[in-house]
């Protein structure tokens, strides 16, 4: 979508329109709010913003739309969509990365009682496993610090990847 059909839409379009990228409402509603942008640097900037911080409801909200990584989405919604296409560096037919992923998440979720979240565009499930090894050794209050950070890193790559100038 270009910024200045984004920029035009009446607000709960607005809100909708984003709602892929992240369903989180506050942020959804504040980058609405925030139009029109100048630029798509200044809507980048502003959903960086707007993520920072989410509270613990927030991340709870939306961990609840995310698949474990490794398990593909379910669905034809544009937020099914972005998922595979972000898990993209995950090869089902790699059954031993499969498996180790899949018990892995049982072990973030077990430990954590949360899905394990991760910004997977860009990284290989080599590398999506090692970080959930690692993780795995993190306390609950530094997981929650990553997991915020992983969430906004998500919310602002979908938004440069919906809105173009």
């Known amino acids: 979508m270009k910024l200045e059909d984004f920029n035009g839409l009446d607000r709960r379009t607005a809100i909708e329109a984003l709602r892929p990228c992240l369903d989180i409402p506050r942020w959804s509603e504040e980058l609405a709010d925030g139009r029109p942008f100048a630029s798509v640097a200044e809507l980048v900037s502003a959903a960086d913003l707007a993520a920072s911080p989410f509270t613990a409801e927030e991340i709870d909200r939306a961990l609840a739309h995310h698949p474990p990584i490794g398990r593909r ?23 031993e990365v499969a498996a ?28 999506m496993l090692a970080l959930l090894d690692e993780r795995l050794t993190h306390s609950a209050a530094a997981e929650d610090v990553i997991v915020a950070e992983q969430l906004r890193e998500i919310a602002v790559l979908r938004v440069k990847g919906l809105i173009t100038a």
């Open 73 to 95: 989405a379910a669905g034809s919604t544009a937020e099914a969509s972005l998922s595979r296409s972000e898990q993209s560096g995950v090869d089902p037919n790699d059954t």
């Open 100 to 127: 180790a992923l899949a018990t892995g998440n049982l072990a973030y979720e077990a430990r954590f009682g949360r899905v394990f979240l991760v910004r997977a565009a860009g990284r290989s499930a080599s590398e």
